[in-house]
């Protein structure tokens, strides 16, 4: 497997939006790919329809995922409360939190598997839509190689 920056994300198309591509661009900044991996990163969506949808994404191995992410957790997002989620078809761990500020419903998820990290902020949704687009959006990001 490896990971994509897909030509659409869930059905959005890349954000255009100043603001949208620079929250990708600070969120990929905070996350480093192990030498020789395959990092990426991406917005999708536009305020106008708020679909925005900000990916993150990596390959590398972590060998305990459920562990891995309880340390990022921690580390990268320490207010944040992450709770479990269903991983998808993919495997590994996966664990999302309410990111909501000002009013405007927020979700962040992060994944991990042997092969691969990924974050996906997802603006606009609340936690329980997070839940729900974290697999489908894992599954158009983390692809067979």
């Known amino acids: 497997m490896t ?5 659409t994300l869930l059905g959005r198309a890349p954000a255009t939006e100043a603001s949208v ?3 990708a661009t600070q969120a990929a900044s905070r996350f480093q790919a192990p030498a020789g991996q395959v990092a990426v990163s991406g ?3 536009t305020t106008k329809q708020q679909n925005v949808v ?4 990596m390959t590398g191995s972590h060998t305990g995922p459920d562990e891995f992410l309880d340390a990022l957790a921690k580390q990268a997002f320490p207010q944040s409360v992450f709770h479990p989620v269903p991983p998808g078809p993919l495997g590994g761990a996966a664990r999302c939190a309410d990111a ?17 990290f990924g ?9 329980a839509d997070g839940d ?4 489908q959006a894992r599954a158009e990001v983390e692809v067979p190689k």
Do not use: E, I, Q, R
């Open 100 to 116: 909501s500020s000002s009013g405007t419903p927020s979700t962040f998820c992060v994944w991990a598997d042997n092969g691969s």
């Open 21 to 23: 591509k620079k929250l």
């Open 43 to 45: 917005a999708y969506g």
């Open 3 to 7: 990971v994509v920056a897909p030509k």
């Open 54 to 57: 900000v990916l993150v994404a």
């Open 132 to 135: 729900t687009l974290l697999a």
């Open 119 to 127: 974050m996906l902020y997802f603006l606009y949704k609340a936690a």
